[in-house]
Every structure is written in C-alpha cells, then in structure tokens.
Nanobody, 115 residues
Framework: QVQLEESGGGLVQPGGSLRLSCVAS????????VGWGRQGPGKQREWIAG???????NYAGSVKGRFTVTRDNAKKTVYLQMDNLKPEDTAVYLC?????????WGQGTQVTVSS
C-alpha cells in the first residue's frame, strides 16, 4: 500500500504561481506513473498532468503551457508547478499514483485563485 500526502495549496491572485508537492510513503515509488487531478466546486474530478516511470509527460489541454509536472524518485515526490493561474483553476488538487494493477489518490490540497 502506498499513501500519498499533498501540500502547497493556498490562496493566490490571478496570474500568480503555486508549487504543489506530493510525498509517497510505502511501496517502490519509481515503478509507478504519478500525476495530478483536480476537482472544482460542483465539478467532476479532472485529470490534468502525469509523468510515467520512464519520464514521459502529458497534460490536459486546460493546463498545458501553464503547469509543469516533475518527479524526484529519490524523495518519492511528485511536484506540480502552476503558473499564470486563473480563477477557473480553483479546485482541490489531488495526487495520483498508478500502475501494475494498482492506483491510489491522496486527500488533496485546496487551491483558490481569487483577487
């Protein structure tokens, strides 16, 4: 069993930046794909960014060019750098780990973009 814990959320003005972190405990982090999803108020969960075990990266169109996902296997951590934030980015951001017939999500961290 792998547990995930996110941090780094908060309140930011439009156009601002935040960096989210997600630390894994248990399991071999390096063999899994990791990434991020988000769930805005009254919306379904949306996958937004992911990075595979071999470093391949993909983004949802809504965040491509503004968000950057990276991973540090030695620290068992995946990051999400979010730039040029918009009010519509307001959501709970959740970390995901998947692969080898297993998937799990973290509890999430709130990001609010407002002036």
């Amino acid at each position: 069993q792998v547990q995930l814990e996110e941090s780094g959320g908060g309140l930011v003005q439009p156009g601002g930046s935040l960096r989210l972190s997600c630390v894994a405990s248990g399991g071999d982090f390096s063999i899994y794909a990791v990434g991020w999803g988000r769930q805005g108020p009254g919306k379904q969960r949306e996958w937004i960014a992911g990075i595979t075990s071999d470093g391949s990266i993909n983004y949802a169109g809504s965040v491509k060019g503004r968000f950057t996902v990276t991973r540090d296997n030695a620290k068992k951590t995946v990051y999400l750098q979010m730039d040029n934030l918009k009010p519509e980015d307001t959501a709970v951001y959740l970390c995901n780990l998947a692969g080898h017939g297993y998937t799990t999500w973290g509890q999430g961290t709130q990001v609010t973009v407002s002036s």
